[in-house]
Each structure stands twice: as structure tokens, then as C-alpha cells.
């Protein structure tokens, strides 16, 4: 259980939809905060006022869709886990987003599932955060060279002579080190 409430930020044009993440989320009340936003530009203003861990929006609104409202908080709230719950599924859309987003849930979805997936990040965020994570990370004097068999194997990989390797050179790359 979280040392803190996580606070949750639905942003959907559909108050019926609003209402349902309202009510679902009751079951979660100990460890969620829940906001409601009706517009990207009511998210953006709730999130300049105060700061979520969990932005949750869906793709089709009017005025400022999903995709521009994940890029605007990514480019100026970038540590809010960004997620996707939509009844849009098309295939561009989706892809747009994929670099946006760090989690797509098609509507309908279970609120325990969505739960669980949003304690996940969040968790692994908070362990990324870490100061022993960036202790470890920053402590790191030099990163390791691929090796030599790695190498090799992707240049012949790569070779315009797909021919394999003659008996003495596939003997040598057995012998690397």
C-alpha cells in the first residue's frame, strides 16, 4: 500500500463516463485520490494547480483530443504516468499515441485491472526514483562493450554473401573468449 494516496486525474468529455471512473474507483478510495476532468484543457489546468501521479484520458474529445493532451503534459508534467482508456481502437490512432502514452486500455475495462496496472507503474516509477537507483546509476564509471561474438555475428548477419562461415572461422568463433 502506498505511503500516500495516488492521485488519479480521468479526463473524459463523457459525464457518464466521468461518473462511472468516480464510482468504480470508490473500491479504491484508501489508496486513490480521484480528479475529474471534462477537457485536456481542465486537465492541464488541474495539473498546474496540483500534481498527479496518474493521468488517465480518453482519445476522442472535442476542442483538445487525447493525443495533444498527452503531449502537453508529457513536454510539462513529464513524471505523471500517462495512460489510454478509449473506445477509439483504430490502428493509427493507437500507433500515434504509443509514443505518448505508457499504457492503451480499450473501454470497457475492469476497474481492478486498471488498478492493478496503474499500482504497477507507479511503483516501478517510485523505484526508478529511488535515491539508491540513482545512486547505482550515477556511481556507473564506464558501460560495458558488446562483445566480440556479438559483433561478428552481426556483421555476417548483415553481409550481402548470406553463405555460412567456412569449418575455420566457425572454429574461431567458438574459441572467443
Given amino acids: 500500500m502506498p505511503t500516500r494516496k495516488r492521485r488519479i486525474l480521468f479526463v473524459d468529455d463523457d459525464p457518464l ?23 485536456g484543457a481542465e486537465a492541464l489546468h488541474l495539473l498546474a494547480q496540483m500534481p498527479a501521479d496518474v493521468l488517465i484520458t480518453d482519445m476522442r474529445m472535442p476542442e483538445m483530443d487525447g493525443s495533444a493532451l498527452l503531449e502537453a503534459v508529457s ?26 502514452a505508457h499504457q492503451f486500455f480499450a473501454k470497457p475495462c475492469d476497474m481492478a485491472y486498471l488498478y492493478q496496472r496503474v499500482e504497477a507503474a507507479c511503483r516501478l516509477r517510485e523505484r526508478l ?49
Fill in 17 to 39: 463516463a466521468l461518473r462511472g471512473f468516480e464510482r468504480a474507483a470508490e473500491a479504491y478510495e484508501d489508496d486513490w485520490e480521484v480528479y475529474l476532468a471534462r477537457s
Fill in 75 to 100: 513536454r510539462r508534467f513529464p513524471g505523471v504516468v500517462r495512460f489510454v482508456l478509449s473506445g477509439n481502437t483504430e490502428e493509427g490512432k493507437m500507433l500515434e499515441t504509443a509514443r505518448l
Fill in 129 to 177: 526514483n529511488s535515491p539508491q537507483m540513482v545512486q547505482l546509476v550515477t556511481g556507473i564509471k564506464k558501460l560495458p562493450s558488446l562483445p566480440t561474438l556479438y559483433i561478428r555475428l552481426m556483421k555476417a548477419l548483415q553481409s550481402e554473401d548470406p553463405t555460412p562461415p567456412s569449418r575455420s572461422a566457425r572454429l574461431s568463433l567458438r574459441m572467443l573468449p
